[in-house]
């Protein structure tokens, strides 16, 4: 079956599970809408397929009103097409493109820029540019509707950094100004006990359950919370520190980040990083398919569908947490990192928005710069000693440059590098591109939870070899089948 036959049985249907994945141009009306927007179905010879908003929009259609594009999850449909596009949305999600230029995007992205722009029209549609101007227009969009803010703010917040060009591209856009947008405000999504709150959509299904309880037996004590479906840590944004406070909404399937202590004009970055953290815009329909073929993981899927893979806030963190977890089990690895921030973090004062909560919520600490790490002693806190220097080179070479955690970086290319370290195996370096590169065919194939969820109670444990072997058949998925593999034992991973 042809693709455009999908689509087009897919928007008679309005079938959520292509929310998203593609958007449906009208030639009579110069809109574009969502496959599951509620207007009657206009007929098939006057609708075109887009495979984003940012497509549409370059072929002169309106977004609708109705159906609301800038709501939908997030449009997985290049994910594993491209892997330098897939890097490329990545880095305009977080702002790329606001102070840069496509060249040095394409410098990054170890790319010409002319062959950049080839390969964002093949797959997404739509030049690099267009693409950051959508999702900037759509972020202020979803401000404009969903909180009573300024429109300043707005603006200021979704990265126009000019309110006349944040007026003429809603006029050009929507035919009429920002302010005649604005609906009736639902203002319990701007405050919460005074922090500003954004609403991040994901797609179902969404394990919800398995994320918490992931990160919750890996917070960091002092730097990370979990309480009930709440997820709160300290962060530094723009040397300015602060909380982010993300809350599960099963009932609507969004996620509600509210902001404690962080600048408005940072909004933009701060949640492409928190979709990342907590995988929003996984294809999980994708995802289920390719590893539901094997028979050991399509009984877990079965058991809990949605699953993702945890993102990490910080990499260098994310890094020292790894090497503290080398051959110990994950509580004690996380008694090892407390003892590290508690000495050497710098003390947090917790904003006033949270003081409510004061009781409950044991935020004290921002995790310890590299320079810091890079000089200290580690005496009397039970860190090996062999574990002792491998942290402070890793921290000596964030220091100076030589290592960092651009997620533009080839993942094998980026593994290869940190192996070369000493104290860094291919376990540790595939597990930190599983969550900081947020690569989702990473695996680390020496895991003994792997071998043990696979091989079952009692049974001899799966060889390195044929668990590769087995692996093929998972791939660009294969983070994603590890994920799974560890939520069927307990304590086991990272």
């Known amino acids: 079956m042809q693709l455009h036959e999908v689509y087009e049985r897919a928007r008679l249907a309005r079938d959520p599970r292509f929310d998203g994945r593609f958007f449906v141009g009208v030639r009579t009306t110069g809109i574009y809408c969502r496959p599951i927007c509620p207007a009657v179905a206009p ?118 950094h000019s309110i006349r060009r944040f007026n003429d591209a809603f006029r050009k856009t929507y035919g009429r100004s920002p302010r005649d947008l604005r609906g009736t405000c639902d203002t319990t999504l701007q405050r919460r006990s005074g922090a500003l709150s954004v609403r991040l959509s994901y797609r179902k299904p969404f394990d919800s359950h398995g994320m918490l309880a992931f990160l919750a037996g890996r917070a960091t004590p002092g730097i990370e919370q979990v309480i009930g479906n709440r997820y709160l840590r300290t962060v530094v944004v723009n040397d300015q520190p602060g909380t982010i406070d993300c809350e599960f909404n099963e009932h609507n399937d969004s996620l509600t980040l509210a902001l404690h202590g962080i600048r408005i004009d940072a909004l933009f970055p701060l949640v492409q990083r928190v979709r990342e953290l907590f995988d929003l815009d996984a294809p999980i329909d994708d995802i289920a398919d390719t590893l539901g073929s094997d028979l050991r993981l399509g009984e877990l899927l079965e058991s809990k569908p949605g699953i993702r893979v945890p993102g990490a806030w910080d990499g260098f963190e994310l890094t020292v947490r790894a090497i503290l977890g080398q051959q110990v089990s994950v509580k004690a690895a996380t008694t090892l990192a407390r003892r590290i921030v508690d000495r050497y973090g710098e003390r947090f004062v917790m904003p006033e928005s949270l003081s409510a909560e004061a009781n409950r919520i044991q935020l004290t600490r921002l995790f310890p710069a590299p320079a810091r790490l890079a000089r200290a002693r580690f005496d009397a806190i039970g860190v090996p000693g062999a574990r002792i220097d491998t942290i ?66 009692g049974k001899k444990k799966t060889s390195v070899a044929a668990l590769n072997r087995r692996a093929e058949a998972w791939r660009p998925w294969r983070a994603y089948a590890t994920l799974l593999l560890w939520g069927s034992l307990a304590n086991a991973g990272g």
Request: hydrophobic residues 40%; positive net charge; aromatic residues 6%.
């Open 43 to 160: 007929k098939r010879k006057n609708v075109v397929f887009y495979p984003s908003a940012a497509a549409a929009s370059e072929a002169g259609f309106r977004p609708c009103l109705r159906c609301r594009p800038e709501c939908a999850p997030g449009t997985p449909a290049w994910n594993g097409t491209s892997t330098t596009v897939r890097r490329g949305l990545r880095l305009i999600a977080g702002g790329a493109l606001d102070g840069g230029s496509i060249e040095e995007l394409a410098d990054r992205l170890g790319v010409t820029s002319r062959h950049l722009r080839r390969l964002f029209i093949k797959h997404v549609g739509a030049s690099p540019l267009a693409v950051a101007h959508t999702q900037r227009l759509h972020f202020a969009k979803r401000l404009i509707d969903e909180t009573n803010l300024p429109m300043s703010s707005v603006a200021d917040a979704a990265g126009f």
């Open 392 to 457: 402070r080179n890793i921290a000596s070479a964030v220091a100076r440059g030589e290592l960092d955690f651009d997620s533009a970086q080839d993942p094998d290319e980026f593994c290869a590098k940190l192996t070369k370290m000493r104290g860094i195996g291919d376990w540790t370096a595939q597990y930190v591109a599983m969550r900081v590169l947020k690569n989702p065919d990473a695996f680390p194939v020496t895991d003994l939870g792997v071998s043990k969820a696979l091989s079952g109670q």
